[in-house]
Nanobody, 122 residues
Framework: QVQLVESGGGLVQPGGSLRLSCAAS????????IGWFRQAPGKEREFVAA????????YYADSVRGRFTISRDNTKNTVYLQMNSLKPEDTAVYYC???????????????WGQGTQVTVSS
């Protein structure tokens, strides 16, 4: 079992940056692919980015590619999402999720965090 806790959300102006963290418990963290998803008010949850268990491959949604960077430190059981050039449409609750078996381009998470709010507004 993996427990995930997100942090780092907040209010930022358009064009600004934030770094989200996803801290995991459990000795098997390095066995899981980790992804970030987001859900804006009135919209369905959508995929943002994912990273393979050993960090050797990443995958991004078209809407964030080139602006967001996902990374992980398996020694700290933590995954990061660096978000640059933020836009108002990036406003959402951001969730991290763990998936042991699916490819990162088609994650079907087994575990979810509770989410952290990101608001991009002037």
């Amino acid at each position: 079992q993996v427990q995930l806790v997100e942090s780092g959300g907040g209010l930022v102006q358009p064009g600004g940056s934030l770094r989200l963290s996803c801290a995991a418990s459990g000795r098997t963290f390095s066995s899981y692919n980790i992804g970030w998803f987001r859900q804006a008010p009135g919209k369905e949850r959508e995929f943002v980015a994912a990273i393979r268990r050993n960090g050797d491959s990443t995958y991004y949604a078209d809407s964030v590619r080139g602006r967001f960077t996902i990374s992980r430190d398996n020694t700290k059981n933590t995954v990061y999402l660096q978000m640059n050039s933020l836009k108002p449409e990036d406003t959402a609750v951001y969730y991290c999720a763990a998936d042991r078996w699916s490819p990162i381009a088609a994650m079907i998470p087994d575990y979810w965090g509770q989410g952290t709010q990101v608001t991009v507004s002037s």
